[in-house]
């Protein structure tokens, strides 16, 4: 059970490695979360979702006073970690404590991004790139590197207990290359074909990976999208959706289900075929180089 009356701050280095916890008496009675980007969208769903549920769940983003909020309105179930994906020194100070906190997670959630309209042409555009990938991808990576080792030892078959699940948000958009989205889809892409990889390396560890594919989600980051967004969900009806995905550790899911039909159309779909119907679609809007809306 939780100490009740008991919280601490600490400061590490530098403001990305801002904590807030609970303190616990028998961490093993919860189950433990792990989620990346969980100060609004889809990860802020999915904390909520989890935490109504007792369990115990870490919370890693840039915006620590969001963050802050969630834990007040679930006292003494939420680790507040104030940090930013790309900084794997944080991310592993941030995992080590958890751990030494609350025990292995039961469940890493890798799911901080960002999306923003980009265009080759644009010279202001080449550090949008860079962003995109380095939080879509590698972001994910440096989200469940300080966690793997602990999982996979959590799962000794002496114990009798799994190692635990990876979760990691992409995108229907990594199907195909979108039109005024190349980073967007090339770093959601590239975070189908890393999870696929992990998977295999992790295989007969007792460590599961699950990659979800949401659609559209109603989120910050679809709010300015200027086009029609088919089966749109809301974020905590899609969370919902993906903590059963987790829970039954599927593999590879589509969320909704209609997106992962359009999904398998679009792969099949001739080159020029695809190149007909998507040259003149709506394109997200440029921010000039400016990636600010986040998950």
């Not at 440096?142 to 114990?159: D, E, I, W």
């Not at 998977?199 to 989120?219: A, D, F, K, N, S």
């Not at 999904?263 to 099949?268: A, H, I």
């Amino acid at each position: 059970m939780l100490d009740q009356g008991y919280g601490i701050q600490e400061s590490g280095n530098s403001a990305a490695a801002a904590f807030s916890v609970p303190r616990l008496l028998n961490p093993e009675s919860f189950l433990r979360i792990v989620i990346s980007g969980a100060s609004s969208g889809i990860g802020l769903a999915l904390a909520r979702y989890y935490l109504t549920r007792g369990a115990l769940v870490a919370t890693f983003a840039r915006r620590g006073e969001l963050l802050a909020a969630l834990s007040t309105a679930f006292p003494n179930q939420v680790f507040v970690y104030a940090l930013d994906v790309r900084d794997a020194a944080a991310v592993q100070r941030a995992a080590a404590d958890f751990m030494a906190r609350a025990g292995c997670p039961d469940v890493v959630i890798a799911n901080a991004g960002v999306s923003v309209g980009t265009l080759t042409e644009f010279a202001e555009d080449c550090d949008a790139f860079q962003q995109v990938m380095d939080i879509n991808v590698l972001g994910m990576v440096k989200t469940f590197q300080p966690f793997v080792a602990a999982m996979r030892a959590n799962s000794s078959l002496t114990k009798g207990r799994p190692g635990g699940v990876l979760v990691g948000i992409a995108s229907v958009a990594g199907f195909r290359g979108l039109p005024g989205a190349g980073a967007y889809s090339a770093s959601k892409a590239a975070a189908i074909s890393y999870l696929e990889s992990l998977r295999v390396e992790l295989r007969g560890t007792g460590v599961r990976v699950v990659t979800i594919c949401p659609g559209y989600i109603r989120t910050p980051m679809t709010a300015h999208n200027p086009y029609h967004m088919p089966f749109m969900l809301d974020a905590d009806v899609a969370a919902a959706r993906m903590a059963r995905a987790i829970e039954r550790q599927t593999s590879f899911t589509v969320i909704p289900w209609q997106m992962g039909v359009v999904g398998r159309v679009l792969k099949v779909l001739p080159r020029c075929v695809y190149d007909y119907l998507f040259a003149k679609a709506p394109h997200k809007p440029r921010n000039n180089g400016d990636v600010r809306r986040k998950t």
